[in-house]
């Protein structure tokens, strides 16, 4: 005699419903990863603002040192980079950054003014940050 299984009363694959189930699923974890990855690329590209503008600062400091003043407006960042041709020329010129150093992330340069508005007396170091406007609050600045 021939034992054979009883017949199953449900067949040994998935439904519809399950695989949608799932496939919901899968892709609300998904959805929520790539949100939370915006938000860490976003707060990356502000710290790393923050770090070239402290660069910046540094640079700006030793040229001081060298050439008792800060670079004017209109000889900007760029006397970091190369000697500037407008007065007052520098005693001692060295080159204190690369040129991939004066953008920001958004590969915007970043704005240098002396005298500065944030910091009167002195000089404003800024990224205008991801939406590249003035004086929003995704501003980047030295104060």
């Given at each position: 005699?021939?034992?054979?299984?009883?017949?199953?009363?449900?067949?040994?694959?998935?439904?519809?419903?399950?695989?949608?189930?799932?496939?919901?699923?899968i892709a609300l974890i998904l959805g929520s990863?790539?949100?939370?990855?915006?938000?860490?690329?976003?707060?990356?590209?502000?710290?790393?603002?923050?770090?070239?503008?402290?660069?910046?600062?540094?640079?700006?400091?030793?040229?001081?040192?060298?050439?008792?003043?800060?670079?004017?407006?209109?000889?900007?960042?760029?006397?970091?980079?190369?000697?500037?041709?407008?007065?007052?020329?520098?005693?001692?010129?060295?080159?204190?950054?690369?040129?991939?150093?004066?953008?920001?992330?958004?590969?915007?340069?970043?704005?240098?003014?002396?005298?500065?508005?944030?910091?009167?007396?002195?000089?404003?170091?800024?990224?205008?940050?991801?939406?590249?406007?003035?004086?929003?609050?995704?501003?980047?600045?030295?104060?």
């Open positions: 005699m021939k034992h054979t299984a009883p017949p199953s009363p449900r067949p040994n694959a998935f439904t519809l419903l399950e695989m949608m189930i799932v496939l919901l699923i990863v790539a949100i939370m990855v915006q938000g860490i690329e976003g707060n990356a590209q502000a710290v790393t603002t923050s770090g070239k503008i402290k660069a910046l600062e540094t640079a700006l400091v030793s040229y001081k040192i060298s050439n008792l003043v800060y670079p004017t407006q209109e000889q900007g960042l760029e006397a970091l980079v190369s000697p500037p041709r407008s007065e007052p020329k520098p005693r001692r010129w060295n080159q204190l950054i690369k040129t991939d150093g004066l953008l920001d992330p958004w590969g915007r340069k970043i704005a240098y003014r002396n005298p500065g508005k944030h910091n009167v007396g002195g000089y404003d170091v800024l990224s205008f940050g991801p939406d590249g406007l003035e004086g929003t609050a995704d501003d980047i600045g030295n104060w």
